[in-house]
């Protein structure tokens, strides 16, 4: 069984940059047809993909946040990770980690974290 967790950044100020990790256990970030992605679901919006890191390490990112985004992994914790710049009040979400197959099915999401951007 495959479980994904979010770190929980909680509140965050304006223009400061939001960083999110996701834990993945019962299954390796590095397996082939994986592919390992950011979500959000913003107040009275409907879900975004923001991005995603591929088995192999390279990334995909939506273009309209693609200035202001990073993701990464550290293989050795079986963990990637969301760096969003510059972050402004529409940054508010409910942030989910998810796994996606090349089907293009998500099968496993963490259970979301909460993200207030506010002074």
Request: charged fraction near 15%; proline fraction near 4%.
């Amino acid at each position: 069984q495959v479980q994904l967790q979010e770190s929980d950044p909680g509140l965050v100020k304006p223009s400061q940059t939001l960083s999110l990790s996701c834990t993945v256990s019962g299954g390796s970030i590095t397996t082939n047809y994986y592919f390992w992605s950011w979500i959000r679901l913003a107040p009275g919006k409907g879900l975004e993909w923001m991005g995603a890191i591929l088995s192999a390490g390279n990334t995909n990112v939506s273009p309209s946040l693609k200035s202001r985004t990073s993701i990464s992994r550290d293989t050795s914790k079986n963990q990637f990770t969301l760096q969003l710049s510059s972050v402004t009040p529409e940054d508010t979400a409910v942030y989910y980690c998810a796994r996606g197959d090349n089907g293009g099915t998500y099968d496993y999401w963490g259970q979301g974290t909460q993200v207030t951007v506010s002074s």
